[in-house]
RNA sequence: GUGGCUGUAGCUCAGUUGGUUAGAGCAUCGGAUUGUGGUUCCGAGGGUCGGGGGUUCAAAUCCCCUCAGCCACCCCA
């Protein structure tokens, strides 16, 4: 009989341990700073009615999205982002939740794309979103997520851009661009990679733009200087055109708003090229990269919306959010070496030494699980250097080691396998000693 | 989805102009050492040369297709 070849398909793929440990520690993480600040889990189903998905009906979506026919013959899609099924999620729930509503939303999601470095076809996201608010106080508290997040995570060399649709929709207004603001933005985007002549050059082509109104939206992403230079600088070019200004002085808000919550301005730039982002993104634009890695992409992107869930209610729901990208963060982390080797979530070893005390083993092991500390048992009473070998390339931090004379003795060596140290501690009287010992080298280490 | 580069053991890689039975280091497992790991020594297992087809007396090596990874485009976490 021939054998079923084991493997995986193109962009996805199995995580070890090594990988999911640090994967979980970073899932936790997002939710512990989502609720710090009030937003509350939930979870939606990974398939939709295709409809569902499709509704917004781009070209981009449509290709990348997976879908079948069910064995009820219904059209279904799996989803591709988050934000789509909070859509239909509150269009549905709205009545019930009330506003401001604030969720976050860990999960898993697919996208038939041509797989890359830190690009997969079945990734995580970890969103959180503010619904039913226009406030500033939210743009603002979206920018303290994502920089919160990333200073949980452990980065200190991160940079969130920041930038206003309106900015770029007030200049495109004044320089009679309107119609064309896709094209012009897409290629506007491209500034950093491309360099100055060949936007100019893809204005022209695609957008049907003058060499005039090229260079005009060019002006506006070449300021240099502060966040508030910048800022005065776009002013003067918006002034005049309504849209404009208001989105110049939401980003000033949004700025200073972030100052006054204590975030560093190394941590925040104000970036008039970032125009991308999804199509119904409508004011403040937040992309975030990694100092040491920018070329793996945007690692947390979002922005606000006015309009959510246009397509399910006639109830309008503005809103912001964000989506941190949870499998390429972990993967520049990886690729930077920012990953521990550690391949045990316990930190105690006890080697099954004696075998005729597998009985004592389990219940010393048991005593120290209650107290809350995490213990492995080796399976098998192999010799006593194999097992400890076995747990120095796993990375546990203690072996609790036991034999004939330790149990004579009522005690039980305590091995701190990080420094090579023993010590010998009494059980005759419970194990407080032994847990005293055992926090002291976790503390330590 | 389009174009390009790459693919030999779990990992990193050798492998001559096509020429016997495809090698090394690391890792794994066992032993030296049946009560003390990260060093050393010895030994073992592990390969459809990514897969399929073709050319040839002969293919890891040349050709075609396919799968996967990476890079660019597109788009995006």
């Given at each position: 009989?021939?054998?079923?070849?084991?493997?995986?398909?193109?962009?996805?793929?199995?995580?070890?341990?090594?990988?999911?440990?640090?994967?979980?520690?970073?899932?936790?993480t997002?939710?512990?700073?989502?609720?710090?600040f009030?937003?509350?889990?939930?979870?939606?189903?990974?398939?939709?009615?295709?409809?569902?998905?499709?509704?917004?009906?781009?070209?981009?979506?449509?290709?990348?999205?997976?879908?079948?026919?069910?064995?009820?013959?219904?059209?279904?899609?799996?989803?591709f982002?988050?934000?789509?099924?909070?859509?239909?999620?509150?269009?549905?729930?709205?009545?019930?939740?009330?506003?401001?509503?604030?969720?976050y939303?860990?999960?898993?999601?697919?996208?038939?794309?041509?797989?890359?470095r830190?690009?997969?076809?079945?990734?995580?996201?970890?969103d959180?979103?503010?619904?039913?608010?226009?406030?500033?106080?939210?743009?603002?508290?979206?920018?303290l997520?994502?920089?919160?997040?990333?200073?949980?995570?452990g980065f200190e060399?991160?940079?969130?851009?920041?930038?206003?649709?309106m900015?770029?929709?007030?200049l495109?207004?004044k320089l009679?661009?309107?119609?064309?603001?896709?094209?012009?933005?897409?290629?506007l985007?491209?500034?950093?990679?491309?360099?100055?002549?060949?936007v100019?050059?893809?204005?022209m082509?695609?957008?049907?733009?003058?060499?005039?109104?090229?260079?005009a939206?060019?002006?506006?992403?070449?300021f240099?200087?502060?966040?508030?230079?910048?800022?005065?600088e776009?002013?003067?070019?918006?002034?005049?055109?309504?849209?404009?200004?208001?989105?110049?002085?939401?980003?000033?808000?949004?700025?200073?708003?972030?100052?006054?919550?204590?975030?560093?301005?190394?941590?925040?730039?104000?970036?008039?090229?970032?125009?991308?982002?999804l199509?119904?993104?409508?004011?403040?634009?937040?992309?975030?990269?990694?100092d040491?890695?920018?070329?793996?992409?945007?690692?947390?992107?979002?922005?606000?919306?006015?309009?959510l869930?246009?397509?399910?209610?006639?109830?309008?729901?503005?809103?912001i959010?964000?989506?941190l990208?949870?499998?390429?963060?972990?993967?520049?982390?990886?690729?930077?070496?920012?990953?521990?080797?550690?391949r045990?979530?316990?930190?105690?070893?006890?080697?099954?030494?004696?075998?005729?005390?597998?009985?004592?083993?389990?219940?010393l092991?048991?005593?120290?699980?209650a107290?809350?500390?995490?213990v492995?048992?080796?399976?098998?009473?192999?010799r006593?250097?194999?097992?400890?070998?076995?747990a120095?390339?796993?990375?546990?931090?203690?072996?609790?080691?036991?034999?004939?004379?330790?149990?004579?003795?009522?005690?039980?060596q305590?091995?701190?396998?990080?420094?090579g140290?023993s010590?010998?501690?009494?059980?005759?009287?419970?194990?407080?000693?032994?847990?005293?010992?055992?926090?002291?080298?976790?503390?330590?280490?």
């Open positions: 009989m021939s054998l079923i070849q084991p493997r995986t398909l193109s962009g996805f793929r199995d995580i070890l341990p090594e990988l999911m440990m640090p994967r979980e520690e970073l899932i936790a997002a939710q512990r700073v989502y609720r710090s009030g937003f509350a889990p939930i979870d939606t189903p990974a398939l939709e009615y295709l409809e569902i998905l499709s509704g917004k009906g781009s070209d981009e979506t449509d290709r990348q999205l997976y879908r079948f026919r069910d064995n009820g013959s219904r059209d279904v899609g799996m989803r982002d988050l934000t789509v099924p909070l859509a239909r999620f509150a269009a549905q729930h709205v009545p019930k939740l009330g506003t401001p509503f604030k969720r939303h860990i999960a898993t999601v697919w996208r038939g794309e041509k797989p890359q830190g690009r997969y076809r079945e990734f995580m996201q970890c959180f979103d503010t619904i039913g608010t226009k406030s500033v106080a939210a743009d603002i508290e979206t920018g997520v994502i920089h919160d997040l990333m200073r949980a995570i060399q991160f940079t969130i851009r920041v930038n206003n649709r900015v770029l929709n007030g495109l207004e009679g661009l309107v119609e064309k603001s896709t094209d012009v933005l897409r290629a985007d491209k500034l950093a990679k491309i360099g100055r002549e060949k100019v050059a893809e204005m082509a695609t957008a049907g733009a003058t060499a005039v109104q090229a260079n939206v060019l002006k506006l992403a070449e240099a200087g502060s966040n508030n230079e910048i800022l005065d776009v002013a003067t070019l918006v002034s005049g055109n309504e849209t404009g200004e208001a989105g110049v002085e939401r980003l000033r808000e949004v700025l200073s708003g972030a100052m006054a919550a204590g975030v560093n301005e190394s941590h925040v730039k104000l970036d008039v090229s970032i125009a991308r982002g199509d119904y993104y409508t004011g403040v634009i937040f992309e975030t990269f990694l040491d890695l920018p070329t793996i992409g945007s690692v947390c992107s979002g922005g606000r919306y006015d309009n869930a246009g397509l399910f209610t006639k109830q309008e729901l503005p809103g959010g964000a989506s990208g949870l499998d390429r963060l972990l993967a520049a982390m990886e690729e930077l070496g920012l990953i521990d080797q550690v045990t979530p316990a930190p105690v070893f006890i080697p099954f030494f004696d075998k005729e005390r597998l009985g004592d083993y389990l219940r092991a048991a005593d120290l699980r107290s809350g500390i995490g492995e048992v080796y399976p098998d009473p192999k006593l250097g194999q097992q400890l070998k076995y120095d390339s796993r990375g546990f931090a203690i072996a609790l080691i036991a034999g004939y004379d330790e149990f004579e003795a009522q005690t039980c305590v091995k701190n396998l990080g420094r140290e010590a010998e501690v009494s059980l005759a009287t419970g194990i407080d000693e032994l847990l005293a010992q055992i926090e002291s080298i976790l503390t330590a280490s």
